[in-house]
């Protein structure tokens, strides 16, 4: 049932044929095969001399640019400029936070100072012993002239 028909053309227009086929790089039958379903598909007439199809087809094609258009305006480029100033905005901050390391060098420097607090909680501790020593062995040697002076200094340290 692939019965194969000719058509006839004039050298004029086989000419512009054989151009749009080595432009669309193919056959003339598969061209002409393709014009004709394209034509049918898209219900316009080649024929008519009226361009009301063109002008159809032009603002269909129309109406879908500037759907585009009104899309990319209200849409995407503000889209694009809040992705931008974001970007930047976390980059900025992303600079300004401390890294691994600098975490880990404030830990140990937290560390430090704890063991020196309770380093200097243990001297002061002893410190305060040995001053009460001092004080005792002093007050001691005044008692010996002033009695009653050591028990005094003695409720002090103990209050």
Same mark, same amino acid.
């Given at each position: 049932?692939?019965?194969? /028909?000719?058509?006839? *053309? ?6 512009? %044929?054989?151009? @749009? !086929?080595?432009?669309?790089?193919? +056959? ?35 109406? /879908?640019?500037?759907? *585009? ?6 849409? %995407?480029?503000? @889209? !694009?400029?809040?992705?931008?100033? +974001? ?24 560390q ?11 001297l ?13 062995? @002093?007050?001691?040697?005044?008692d ?16």
């Amino acid at each position: 049932m692939n019965e194969k /028909v000719t058509i006839a *053309i004039d050298r004029k227009h086989d000419k512009i %044929l054989e151009k @749009l !086929c080595k432009i669309h790089k193919c +056959t003339k039958k598969d061209f002409v095969c393709s014009a004709i379903i394209f034509f049918e598909k898209n219900n316009i007439s080649p024929i008519d001399e009226s361009p009301e199809q063109y002008n159809k087809l032009h603002r269909k094609l129309d109406s /879908v640019i500037s759907f *585009i258009r009104h899309q990319e305006k209200e849409f %995407l480029r503000p @889209l !694009c400029e809040s992705l931008a100033s +974001t970007d930047e905005r976390i980059k900025i901050y992303l600079e300004v936070l401390p890294s691994k390391n600098d975490l880990k060098n404030i830990s140990d420097k937290i560390q430090l100072v704890n063991s020196n607090i309770h380093e200097n909680k243990s001297l002061l501790s002893q410190n305060r012993l040995v001053q009460e020593q001092s004080f005792l062995v @002093l007050t001691q040697a005044i008692d010996e002239k002033n009695k009653g002076l050591s028990d005094k200094i003695k409720n002090i340290f103990n209050r």
